[in-house]
C-alpha cells in the first residue's frame, strides 16, 4: 500500500526547533521530487520545501535559511528541520511525492507558542 507518514510535531517555544520525518512506501520515494507543505488554520496548504532525486532544494520565501528539507534514499524518508521557529509557522505539515500527486498522509501539527 502506497502511504506518506509524517511525524515529528509538537508544540514548541518560539525560537526552538524540531525536525519532521516523513516515511514513505519505496514506490513514490525513489526517483522522484519530494515536497513539505503545510497548512495553518483557515489557510491554504502551501508548498514550503521541495528536494529533488539529484538533492537540489528550493524553498519558499518565508522559510529560506529557516527551514531545511533532506532525504535518505535508503531509507524512503524525507526529512524537514525546522529552527527558529515562529507562532506564524504553526500549521499541519504534510510531505508529498511527485510521483502521487492526489496521495496525502495525515501530517503532523507542529503548534509555536509560548
Known amino acids: 500500500q502506497e502511504q506518506l507518514v509524517e511525524s515529528g510535531g509538537g508544540l514548541v517555544q518560539p525560537g526552538g526547533s524540531l525536525r519532521l520525518p516523513c516515511a514513505a512506501s519505496?514506490?513514490?520515494?525513489?526517483?522522484?521530487?519530494m515536497g513539505w507543505y503545510r497548512q495553518a488554520p483557515g489557510g491554504q496548504r502551501e508548498l514550503v520545501a521541495r528536494?529533488?532525486?539529484?538533492?537540489?532544494?528550493n524553498y519558499t520565501d518565508s522559510v529560506k535559511g529557516q527551514f531545511t528539507i533532506s532525504r535518505d534514499n535508503a531509507k524512503n524518508t524525507a526529512y524537514l528541520q525546522m529552527v527558529s521557529l515562529k507562532p506564524e509557522d504553526t500549521a499541519v505539515y504534510y510531505c508529498?511525492?511527485?510521483?502521487?500527486?492526489?496521495?496525502w498522509g495525515h501530517g503532523t501539527q507542529v503548534t509555536v507558542s509560548s
Open positions: 508529498h511525492s511527485n510521483r502521487r500527486p492526489g496521495l
Open positions: 528536494i529533488s532525486m539529484d538533492g537540489s532544494t
Open positions: 519505496g514506490s513514490i520515494f525513489g526517483l522522484t521530487a
